[in-house]
């Protein structure tokens, strides 16, 4: 599936079974929500914190993927093309990136 037809897929789904977008606002909560429901297993499988047994029920990929259906909502509420922003950025980093991560000594 490609970008647009994600933000395709979640506006249909939105509009019939979600019956209307939540306010930005409230999405942009989700989404601070969502995160950290990504930190927190990011934390106890990649980090030294340990894990409790409701933990081990989560799944990161699940988790990253209701992190991007809030940013598509997001995005769609906000006259967003993500696939043109995602191109504009790589464009960005192209020209400002273009040596910094080369010359970085912590890098190498």
Request: net charge negative; aromatic share 6%; with cysteine.
């Amino acid at each position: 599936m490609t970008i647009q037809e994600a933000q395709e897929k979640i506006d249909g789904w939105i509009k019939t079974v979600g019956v209307r977008y939540f306010s930005e606002l409230t999405n942009m909560a989700i989404l601070t929500e969502e995160v950290g429901e990504v930190a927190r297993i990011m934390a106890r499988k990649y980090g030294d914190q340990s894990s409790k047994e409701s933990d081990q029920k989560k799944e990161l990929a699940d988790e990253l993927a209701d992190v991007l259906w809030v940013l598509f909502c997001i995005a769609n509420q906000t006259g967003i093309d993500m696939t043109d922003a995602l191109e504009k950025n790589f464009e960005k980093k192209n020209i400002r990136d273009a040596t910094r991560h080369k010359e970085n000594r912590k890098l190498q």
